[in-house]
């Protein structure tokens, strides 16, 4: 079955530490989206790549780094940086940039600091 | 900054009943769209309505489309245990291209 897998689902970090989030989809889709969700509220977009080779900052992209090296993988790193990295991070992919189709997305990872 | 606002916040009904979630938003859009959220789960896409659309049906979803007062609402009706989850509105903004821009959530408790 095709959809987006998100790994790991728990992640625990130390402070100081950078740690990377995987996101593969096998949909074929050209666009991908990282975001963040903190308890009780709504999506805050993270990074965003509109086809492999490219992404682009979101509204939060401060203290968080990706890569599209490959167009069914869209990795997000939480630097050190980001102090309060403590959130549920959610992947969504999309068939296209420019038109109307919805995002598909993970189950998500649930960031902790230790 | 969130685009759209979702009304109530939350929302406890019983089996059977209806539920009608609000989104209010600010700018200009292309699109709404409804998602539904699980609890720890990612988010699921329900229905889509254009700019150009007032009313749009699913199954036992019903949205609407005021672009006038910058609104649309979700009803489902004959409500099931299973309905609960957080319902999210997303708007597609005209001058960014697919980037959603999420609401805060309606989360519906249906009690059986």
């Known amino acids: 079955d095709g959809g987006i897998t998100q790994s790991p689902k728990y992640l625990f970090r130390k402070e100081g530490q950078n740690v990377t989030l995987s996101c593969e989809q096998n949909?074929?889709?050209?666009?991908m989206y990282w975001y963040r969700q903190d308890p009780g509220q709504g999506l805050r977009l993270i990074y965003y790549s509109q086809i492999v080779n490219d992404f682009q900052k979101g509204d939060i992209a401060e203290g968080y780094s990706v890569s599209r090296e490959k167009k069914e993988s869209f990795p997000l790193t939480v630097t050190s940086a980001q102090k309060n990295p403590t959130a549920f991070y959610l992947c969504a992919s999309s068939i296209s940039w420019m038109n109307d189709q919805p995002q598909h997305f993970g189950d998500g990872t649930r960031l902790s600091i230790l | 900054s969130q685009q759209g606002e979702e009304d109530p916040q939350a929302l406890s009904i019983q089996e059977g009943e209806n539920a009608t979630m609000n989104c209010s938003y600010k700018t200009s859009i292309n699109n709404l769209q409804w998602y539904r959220q699980n609890s720890g789960r990612g988010l699921v896409h329900l229905i889509l309505?254009?700019?150009?659309?007032r009313e749009k049906h699913s199954g036992r979803l019903r949205v609407t489309l005021d672009t006038s007062k910058k609104s649309s609402s979700l009803l489902i009706t004959a409500s099931r245990a299973a309905d609960t989850a957080s319902y999210f509105c997303a708007t597609r903004r005209e001058d960014a291209g697919n980037m959603l821009t999420f609401g805060g959530g309606t989360r519906l408790m249906v009690k059986p």
């Open positions: 949909l074929n889709h050209d666009a």
């Open positions: 309505i254009r700019s150009n659309e």
